[in-house]
């Protein structure tokens, strides 16, 4: 597509639910991101793939966060037993190119709203 | 570990008026810089980016940066607003061969007509 695509755009969650939200990136982007905005917060940096590996996931605040790209395209990022604090934009970014190119660009999705109850 | 800092969370302009957005980050070492800006209802969307280079940077839309090494800032500037540059504006750093964005809170410009 045109764009990075994420789903579901908004999601509501009991307290304790699993929730998995998806970023299908640009055809043939190398670099795939999460980041978690909560509200009235910048992006902050969840996970980075370089294809299917997952080569940076120094953000993710807990063992309830996984992250994954089997085939290096779309990406799943999971959160088990959801908590209130979880609630926030989860945000992903693509990029064609690894990031130890200078003058990369990233394009990102809208985003998926969590809201857990 | 890096920081950006965004000197004002909302800020409300006439149309015409000029603008300037601060932005600081504290990192040591050498940094790629970047504003990104945030329609309502639409994505982040990048509206000028720093590499190295002449430290003043143009962007999309008539916005222009500065990069000031010895102030660690890097100031988005427009001399005149319009009203559809009423939107969320984010100020990112990235290390030098760095892999991920690390972004201020945000500045909310609305634009009055």
């Not at chain 1, 045109?2 to 982007?29: E, M």
């Not at chain 2, 015409?16 to 994505?43: K, M």
């Amino acid at each position: 597509g045109a764009g990075v695509s994420q789903s579901p755009r908004y999601k509501v969650a009991k307290r304790g639910q699993d929730v998995a939200l998806r970023c299908d990136p640009i055809s043939g982007h190398v670099s795939l991101f999460w980041y978690q905005q909560a509200l009235g917060q910048g992006p902050e940096f969840l996970t980075y793939f370089q294809n299917e590996a997952q080569l940076d996931k120094s953000g993710l605040p807990s063992d309830r966060f996984f992250a994954e790209r089997p085939e290096g395209s779309v990406s799943t990022l999971k959160i088990q037993r959801t908590q209130q604090e979880d609630s926030a934009v989860y945000l992903c970014a693509s990029s064609l190119v690894i990031m130890t190119t200078p003058n990369y660009g990233y394009t990102f999705g809208s985003g998926t709203r969590l809201t857990v109850v | 570990a890096q920081s950006v800092s965004q000197h004002n969370h909302h800020v409300i302009l006439s149309e015409a008026a000029s603008l300037e957005l601060g932005c600081n980050y504290s990192y040591g070492g050498t940094v790629n810089l970047f504003w990104y800006v945030q329609y309502p209802g639409q994505h982040l969307q990048l509206l000028l980016k720093y590499f190295s280079g002449d430290p003043l940077v143009k962007g999309i839309k008539g916005f222009e940066a500065e990069f000031i090494k010895s102030k660690f800032s890097f100031n988005l500037r427009k001399p005149s607003v319009q009203w559809s540059d009423t939107a969320e504006y984010f100020c990112a750093v990235t290390a030098e061969y760095g892999n991920k964005l690390v972004f201020g809170a945000g500045t909310i410009l609305r634009v009055k007509s």
